[in-house]
């Protein structure tokens, strides 16, 4: 028996006032990250002179662990896959982090077929300003 999910990808639209929309796609839903242009202004710059972000990654991912355990069961078993620093909204100085984490691996069922096929999981990003704020996101249900 194979069990396969929807591998989700974490897609950005830029927008032309500075901001822009992440998506992911996990478990039948799409999660829409909205950076505002207010979010890009309050949240400190990373200036080019400066060799460190002023958010450190850990705190980055502790953030968006946080609002993960706000939707997920099981929040502190999924596994962090990676961080990035992408710039945003056309300035020179304006980043974010995109944090994102792959589910727990699913339980077989009980088939007695022996060892169970490959699994997809898919993985979620969540987006994390400088001043360490993870975007709220909005979720809505999606049909392939």
Known sequence: MFLVLVLATLLQQPSPEGGGLFYSYVDGM???FNVRPDDVRRSPGWAESDDQPPLAPRAAVRSA???LRTYMERADEWR??????????GKADAWIYVV?????IPKPPNSG?????????????????LDGTAITPDRQPWRE
């Open 100 to 104: 994102e984490f792959v589910p727990p």
């Open 65 to 67: 662990r946080a609002l």
């Open 80 to 89: 962090l896959s990676h961080v990035s620093l992408q710039p945003i909204g």
């Open 113 to 129: 077929r022996g060892v169970m096929g490959s699994i997809m999981r898919s993985p979620l990003s969540v987006v994390v300003m």
């Open 30 to 32: 799409r999660w829409t």
